[in-house]
């Protein structure tokens, strides 16, 4: 029987393109045995254990900008990789799929060190500080987006594929999303998500808009709002005119995207791709503490093709985001041309071209070995 390990975590913008690609490699190769490695934590476990895939644990930690390696982050990372050395062992696989983060970097230097063959699936403009360093072993690299793709030697080894978006994301249609919501078909709705980093900020720069959302009169907010920050903003908006609806995590993504005028968010990566896949306008404010800017060159890639505003959190006090949020929200043609441009840049197919790489190299692997 194959078998195929996916390490991932660290955030959802590596879990899901992980669970994705673990979902079709299930269509293509039925009898496949997956299992999964990672960090654990973030609810990782539980999201993958919805669909039936065992969870190993593995003991890790990123490492902070600081002078020197932490202690810390060496030991915790020295046990990790030998956790991770014995559950490859045990579990035997033929090829190990990496999904970037660091929670990856202790499976992916075990792989490498027991000589398995490693794919590794980097989502970012600019990769990461743990898939520049696994990128150098790895029989083949898959790029969320084109400009990764320049930072790597060895073309051969390199395909643009899109990110594997998790797999229930589907277009529904506007007027039916809107009512999922009990919102008002005739107003102009944005969507507003924080994600799993920072949004607590981008919350508290969202009341600042909340006079003029009043005195527009036809705009309405779908906010989720995370869950630590939910009482804090449901205070905030709860005497305001304008229909919204609040949530710390809202379960039915597909109806929000589809629901949406236009779209408020982080530049995850994840999330560009969805916003993509939708064809979704977005106003996009990159979270300034995310690893090696990372935020910032996707958002910048959007602005460039035409499918978003982008406005740093330095430029929030001097009412540049309120500006440019009225220029968006007050004029519906701009906003169906970004939301073109942004259909432009979708990867449909992005989780069968992944696999499509780990059966080639399953191949070679079979070939090489008989």
């Given at each position: 029987?194959?078998?195929?390990?996916?390490?991932?975590?660290?955030?959802?913008?590596?879990?899901?393109?992980?669970?994705?690609?673990?979902?079709?490699?299930?269509?293509?190769?039925?009898?496949?045995?997956?299992?999964?490695?990672?960090?654990?934590?973030?609810?990782?476990?539980?999201?993958?254990?919805?669909?039936?895939?065992?969870?190993?644990?593995?003991?890790?930690?990123?490492?902070?900008?600081?002078?020197?390696?932490?202690?810390?982050?060496?030991?915790?990372?020295?046990?990790?990789?030998?956790?991770?050395?014995?559950?490859?062992?045990?579990?035997?696989?033929?090829?190990?799929?990496?999904?970037?983060?660091?929670?990856?970097?202790?499976?992916?230097?075990?792989?490498?060190?027991?000589?398995?063959?490693?794919?590794?699936?980097?989502?970012?403009?600019?990769?990461?500080?743990?898939?520049?360093?696994?990128?150098?072993?790895?029989?083949?690299?898959?790029?969320?987006?084109?400009?990764?793709?320049?930072?790597?030697?060895?073309?051969?080894?390199?395909?643009?594929?899109?990110?594997?978006?998790?797999?229930?994301?589907?277009?529904?249609?506007?007027?039916?999303?809107?009512?999922?919501?009990?919102?008002?078909?005739?107003?102009?709705?944005?969507?507003?998500?924080?994600?799993?980093?920072?949004?607590?900020s981008l919350n508290t720069i969202l009341m600042e808009v909340f006079d003029f959302i009043e005195d527009h009169g036809r705009l309405q907010l779908i906010w989720q709002t995370?869950?630590?920050?939910?009482?804090?903003?449901?205070?905030?908006?709860?005497?305001?005119?304008?229909?919204?609806?609040?949530?710390?995590?809202?379960?039915?993504?597909?109806?929000?995207?589809?629901?949406?005028?236009?779209?408020?968010?982080?530049?995850?990566?994840?999330?560009?791709?969805?916003?993509?896949?939708?064809?979704?306008?977005?106003?996009?404010?990159?979270?300034?503490?995310?690893?090696?800017?990372?935020?910032?060159?996707?958002?910048?890639?959007?602005?460039?093709?035409?499918?978003?505003?982008?406005?740093?959190?330095?430029?929030?006090?001097?009412?540049?985001?309120?500006?440019?949020?009225?220029?968006?929200?007050?004029?519906?043609?701009?906003?169906?041309?970004?939301?073109?441009?942004?259909?432009?840049?979708?990867?449909?197919?992005?989780?069968?071209?992944?696999?499509?790489?780990?059966?080639?190299?399953?191949?070679?692997?079979?070939?090489?070995?008989?």
């Amino acid at each position: 029987m194959d078998r195929i390990v996916i390490a991932t975590g660290g955030t959802g913008g590596h879990l899901f393109p992980a669970i994705s690609i673990a979902e079709e490699l299930k269509k293509q190769l039925p009898e496949v045995e997956i299992g999964f490695a990672g960090e654990g934590k973030r609810g990782e476990e539980t999201a993958v254990g919805k669909y039936g895939y065992s969870f190993e644990r593995i003991p890790c930690s990123p490492l902070l900008r600081e002078f020197g390696l932490p202690l810390r982050f060496v030991l915790k990372n020295a046990r990790g990789f030998l956790e991770a050395r014995k559950f490859l062992k045990t579990f035997s696989p033929d090829l190990v799929v990496l999904t970037g983060g660091y929670a990856s970097a202790p499976v992916g230097l075990a792989a490498w060190r027991l000589k398995i063959p490693i794919l590794l699936q980097e989502q970012n403009c600019l990769a990461g500080l743990t898939s520049k360093l696994l990128g150098r072993f790895a029989e083949s690299v898959c790029f969320g987006f084109e400009p990764g793709s320049y930072q790597f030697n060895k073309p051969e080894r390199l395909t643009v594929t899109g990110n594997p978006l998790r797999p229930e994301l589907t277009t529904l249609d506007q007027k039916a999303a809107i009512d999922d919501f009990t919102l008002e078909p005739d107003f102009r709705t944005v969507l507003v998500m924080g994600g799993s980093q920072g949004a607590r900020s981008l919350n508290t720069i969202l009341m600042e808009v909340f006079d003029f959302i009043e005195d527009h009169g036809r705009l309405q907010l779908i906010w989720q709002t995370g869950e630590i920050d939910f009482e804090r903003c449901q205070g905030s908006v709860k005497s305001r005119g304008f229909p919204h609806r609040l949530f710390k995590f809202i379960d039915n993504m597909s109806a929000a995207y589809s629901a949406a005028d236009l779209v408020v968010c982080r530049s995850g990566a994840l999330s560009l791709s969805e916003l993509a896949f939708m064809g979704r306008p977005s106003l996009l404010i990159p979270y300034p503490f995310a690893s090696e800017g990372h935020q910032y060159h996707n958002a910048r890639y959007f602005q460039e093709k035409g499918a978003s505003t982008v406005v740093s959190e330095s430029e929030f006090k001097n009412l540049y985001f309120e500006a440019q949020f009225k220029k968006l929200v007050n004029n519906p043609a701009l906003l169906a041309k970004m939301g073109g441009c942004a259909s432009k840049l979708a990867s449909p197919e992005a989780a069968r071209k992944v696999v499509e790489e780990v059966l080639t190299h399953m191949d070679k692997k079979v070939s090489a070995e008989g």
